[in-house]
């Protein structure tokens, strides 16, 4: 797979990020947004500072945010904190904060502010090899999510810092090719290129705006790509089922999925 980034309030520049499968697009799409971000604020300053927060008591994810974001509130106030946040679930300490700003803020004063609201051990230190930093806080976007964390925003952004939004990061695969031609949308390479390109679409077709028959559509035209017989094996498949010489009861059937 691979993923490029656009900014849709500059001029286009795309980035290259992988060229390895991976079967969780959208994680990767946000360990990317989350890397252009951090290397931006490089741009700024060529010096991090990595910051964690842990509480004295482990909280649910409802309170420890609501703390985490009455904590961040006031920092940003009173000395204009501004930074990134990867939020970390440890199995003895519950939540914590991982914070990464690229300049220097009063360790003391935050401290005291921080007592506030229930945290007590704060560990801040210069960022020697950004690169390490960066892969370190990745490893925990890419971790499966447990369900308490399903909805939660395992990074963000926040004050002001140059950001770059998941929503602007754009896969490019065969399939999300195919994909975007069966649903009549602009080609990658268009999309980079911020312009509005009125396409003209052959004659009979008609785009398929539904994304659950279109992904259907892509995968058949992905797969007979590679195999002439798809088509023709699937319709035997197909008669075999409705003729009833198909075993639904075996672990690998619809029934059990595996």
Not at 210 to 232: C, H, M, P, T
């Amino acid at each position: 797979m691979g993923c490029v980034a656009r900014e849709r309030h500059a001029p286009a520049a795309p980035y290259l990020v992988s060229l390895k499968n991976n079967s969780d697009g959208n994680r990767m799409k946000s360990r990317s947004a989350f890397e252009f971000t951090v290397r931006k604020m490089l741009r700024h300053n060529s010096k991090l500072y990595f910051w964690t927060f842990t509480f004295r008591e482990v909280h649910s994810l409802k309170t420890a945010m609501g703390f985490w974001n009455q904590f961040l509130t006031l920092l940003k106030r009173k000395l204009h904190f501004r930074g990134v946040r990867v939020l970390e679930l440890h199995e003895e300490h519950g939540c914590h904060f991982h914070v990464i700003t690229n300049r220097r803020f009063p360790i003391r004063k935050i401290l005291a502010l921080s007592q506030r609201y229930g945290f007590g051990r704060m560990d801040v230190r210069a960022v020697p090899d950004a690169d390490k930093a960066i892969r370190y806080l990745c490893k925990y976007l890419s971790k499966p999510r447990p369900g308490c964390l399903k909805r939660a925003r395992l990074w963000s952004a926040f004050g002001k810092i140059e950001r770059t939004r998941v929503k602007d990061i754009l896969s490019d695969t065969p399939l999300i090719r195919i994909l975007r031609r069966v649903m009549g949308k602009p080609t990658i390479e268009e999309e980079l290129s911020c312009v509005d390109i009125r396409r003209e679409l052959s004659a009979g077709f008609r785009p398929e705006k539904n994304f659950q028959r279109a992904i259907e559509k892509a995968n058949a035209v992905y797969l007979f790509g590679f195999d002439s017989d798809y088509f023709a094996r699937q319709e035997a498949w197909a008669k075999q089922r409705l003729a009833g010489l198909v075993d639904l009861s075996h672990p690998w059937s619809e029934r059990h999925p595996l």
